[in-house]
Nanobody
Framework: VQLVESGGGSVQAGGSLRLSCAYGGWYSGYCMGWFRQTPGKERERVAAISPGGSRTYYADSVKDRFTISRDNAKNTVYLQINSLKPEDTAMYFC???????????????????WGQGTQVTVS
């Protein structure tokens, strides 16, 4: 499947992190998204990006602090998280729909390829 996240860690509130997700070259034509999950809760989509990277979409709860981007030349999608809050503590996953259609508002079930996740802990 080849989606590999990195960049998580433990940070203090107010800090920043940049998460990375390396993907196989064939994902460059697909919608990509970042999700997060805490124990006992459903996996929440926080951001999505179109295949070319020109269109981005965010959950209302994060849109002023999170930035998704991708570099298809490097086969990597990023999630920049600023002004971290304790409630951002979660396992973060990148995922792909495996398709190139409209990436806006796609439900979690649309994403069929997943990475193993990277933990973000904010204290």
């Amino acid at each position: 499947v080849q989606l590999v996240e990195s960049g998580g860690g433990s940070v203090q509130a107010g800090g920043s992190l940049r998460l990375s997700c390396a993907y196989g070259g064939w994902y460059s034509g697909y919608c990509m998204g970042w999700f997060r999950q805490t124990p006992g809760k459903e996996r929440e989509r926080v951001a999505a990006i179109s295949p070319g990277g020109s269109r981005t979409y965010y959950a209302d709860s994060v849109k002023d602090r999170f930035t998704i981007s991708r570099d298809n030349a490097k086969n990597t999608v990023y999630l920049q998280i600023n002004s971290l809050k304790p409630e951002d503590t979660a396992m973060y996953f990148c995922a792909s729909t495996g398709s190139s259609g409209n990436c806006r508002g796609l439900p979690r079930s649309t994403y069929v390829y997943w990475g193993q996740g990277t933990q973000v802990t904010v204290s």
